[in-house]
């Protein structure tokens, strides 16, 4: 079976703090994605990454950097948390062979910034 | 621009009614559909995956169908329980020749089963 377990399920963090957000997985999946989940909007991607290093913008890239070192591991990073930035962050892996392209999806965190 | 709709946005039904959950899409240029189950404050969990060359899939009580020239796939639940209440999303991979890893998502139906 497929894990991705990522580090916190609830944050509370304030605003100007620099967060980080853990995902790791357990499946040798090149492919790696954050997303971010509010009401009425659904789920909008924020970096993806389909290698070691590499790295490409999602949608709403603005306000966050990633880092993958590992093959494994792919870290969120909100270098100055706002307000505007309190939302449920979803992390998913997914292969290029087998099954190829299905997402699998951590449990979430809910980060709060106050 | 490929956009992805679910319609409607919320459904109540009784237990043991079978039901049908749509997804439509705009542009038929796709790798794969994929069904997910999302609980309250959880992440999502797979539920099926279409890829593009097939029609259908089925895993227990769900079946999912896709009709790529008409853009839509549809998630059929039998016999529905409570404890299939959740929201069901759908989400499309583009071809591999789109340049693009990016999935997209739609909106999701929130889904009661009334005990």
């Known amino acids: 079976d497929v894990k991705v377990t990522q580090s916190s399920r609830y944050l509370v963090k304030r605003t100007g703090e620099k967060v980080f957000l853990e995902c790791v997985q357990d499946m040798d999946h090149e492919n790696m994605f954050w997303y971010r989940q509010d009401p009425g909007l659904g789920l909008r991607l924020i970096y993806f990454?389909?290698?070691?290093?590499?790295?490409e913008k999602g949608d709403i890239p603005e306000g966050y950097s990633v880092s993958r070192e590992k093959k494994e591991r792919f870290s969120l990073i909100l270098e100055s948390a706002s307000t505007n930035q309190t939302s449920m962050y979803l992390c998913a892996s997914s292969s290029n062979n087998l099954h190829p392209y299905e997402q699998y999806f951590g449990p979430g965190t809910r980060l709060t910034v106050t | 621009k490929q956009e992805v709709t679910q319609i409607p946005a919320a459904l109540s039904v009784p237990e043991g009614e079978n039901l049908v959950l749509n997804c439509s899409f705009t542009d038929s240029a796709i790798y794969n559909l994929q069904w997910f189950r999302q609980d309250p404050g959880k992440g999502l969990t797979s539920l099926l995956l279409?890829?593009?060359?097939?029609r259908e899939q089925t895993s227990g009580r769900l079946n999912a169908s896709l009709d790529k020239s008409s853009g839509r796939s549809t998630l059929y639940i039998a016999a529905s329980q409570p404890g299939d209440s959740a929201t069901y999303l759908c989400?499309?991979?583009?071809?591999?020749?789109?340049?693009?890893?990016?999935?997209?998502f739609g909106t999701g139906t929130r889904l009661k089963v009334l005990a």
């Open positions: 990454s389909y290698d070691v290093k590499m790295k």
């Open positions: 279409i890829q593009s060359s097939q």
């Open positions: 989400a499309v991979r583009p071809n591999l020749d789109s340049g693009t890893y990016k999935y997209i």
